[in-house]
């Protein structure tokens, strides 16, 4: 049987109503379920726990950003990735609301790659990225150690804006820093031989390796890969065949060669 006009019109308007109800019913209860704690998951380079799933658990907490009792309409995804973002431990985070009623974090650490201890005998970390970071109770990262006319602690700094905001003096030395130790942790023979970056008087940078007590006089950031590039071959052509316990000083700042100061 054919149904009028209005009757067929009629049933879809119920049906059409009938879902509205059905949906709205069900993002009631979906907005009410109580979710609680988040899913952590932490990406870290290498072993290096600087923050820990409990860490990020009391500090959200602290901020009154999670809860036992929260429900899914109340938590504040955009302010918890802010919150996450703005630790100097953390590279990036991102949060994550999922219809079945879990959340997760989803966090990266960042790599440090030198440790200042700077002139009022307080310590930081140099990370990959050019940004200061506070030191950690869980984790000591074994990397390059600075020291010398360097008084750095400004966690919220990186070298860019510092570049556009600090003096001539501190531009200089932090970038030179960075670049130094960013070339020194990316090559696998530097990172194995140097283990110390000292800044004297004059705001020039010496090395000191891992094996034997010789000072390599550095200089300033400039042609860096080339300083290098001398030390590597002077290290496996040169010094071999001297013998370590010869020379007390290493000065690879001239351009074209490496001159050697013996012991007494």
């Known amino acids: 049987m054919k149904l009028k006009p209005w ?4 049933i879809w308007m119920i049906f059409l109503v009938s879902v509205w109800l059905i ?9 009410e379920r109580v979710v609680g704690l988040p899913e952590i998951d932490i990406e870290m380079y290498e072993d290096m726990m600087f923050l820990t799933k409990d860490d990020v658990l009391e500090r959200l907490k602290n901020r009154h950003l999670i809860g036992e009792d929260k429900t899914y309409d109340n938590i504040e995804l955009e302010e918890i990735e802010k919150y996450l973002n703005e630790m100097p431990e953390i590279k990036h985070a991102e949060a994550y609301a999922y219809v079945s009623g879990k959340w997760r974090l989803d966090i990266q650490l960042r790599r440090p790659i030198a440790r ?14 050019g940004t200061m970071m506070p030191l950690s109770l869980n984790y000591t990262a074994h990397v390059l150690t600075v020291d010398g006319n360097i008084n750095e602690t400004d966690f919220t700094k ?5 570049i556009n905001n600090d003096s001539l003096i501190t531009i200089e030395i932090l970038d030179d820093l960075y670049e130094i130790s960013n070339y020194v942790c990316s090559d696998e023979f530097l990172s194995a031989q140097i283990t110390h970056i000292h800044i004297n008087e004059y705001n020039e940078f010496e090395l000191i390796p891992r094996v034997g007590d010789q000072r390599i006089m550095f200089g300033k950031a400039d042609y860096v890969e ?8 002077f290290y496996s052509e040169g010094i071999t065949r001297a013998g370590w316990e010869n020379y007390d000083t290493i000065n690879i700042m001239y351009e074209s060669q490496v001159v050697c100061s013996k012991r007494n």
Do not use: A, P, Q
């Open 158 to 162: 990186t070298v860019d804006n510092i």
């Open 116 to 129: 200042i201890f700077n002139i009022d005998g307080t310590s930081c970390y140099l990370d990959k990225d």
């Open 226 to 233: 080339g300083k290098f590039k001398k030390l590597e071959y």
């Open 7 to 10: 009757l067929r019109n009629t």
């Open 23 to 31: 949906m709205s019913f069900v993002n009631s209860s979906h907005d």
